[in-house]
Nanobody
């Protein structure tokens, strides 16, 4: 089992920045690829970004390219999502997730084995 706890969400003005963190406990964190997803009210869950076990590969959704950066610190069992130039359409609950795979479907929710409870990000315009 892997337990994931997100933090760092909050209210920010458009154009501002936030850094989300996801702390993992349980099985060896470094064996898992990690991803961030988000879900806005009334919308389906959406892939945001993913990172491989060793940080050698990352993959970002087109909607956040150039604005969001995913990273991880395996020594701290933590994955981060640095969000810059935030827009009102980034408002959502953000979830981190862990996957034992890092393949072509890493942007799909079914690839992930464990999920956090989510943290709210609200961007005011």
């Amino acid at each position: 089992q892997v337990q994931l706890v997100e933090s760092g969400g909050g209210l920010v003005q458009a154009g501002g920045s936030l850094r989300l963190s996801c702390a993992a406990s349980g099985r060896t964190f470094s064996r898992y690829a990690m991803g961030w997803f988000r879900q806005a009210p009334g919308k389906e869950r959406e892939f945001v970004a993913a990172i491989s076990w060793s940080s050698g590969s990352t993959y970002d959704a087109d909607s956040v390219k150039g604005r969001f950066t995913i990273s991880r610190d395996n020594a701290k069992n933590t994955v981060y999502l640095q969000m810059n130039s935030l827009k009102s359409e980034d408002t959502a609950v953000y979830y981190c997730a862990a996957s034992s795979r890092f393949g072509p479907d890493i942007d799909r929710g079914y690839e992930y084995d464990y999920w956090g409870q989510g943290t709210q990000v609200t961007v005011s315009s």
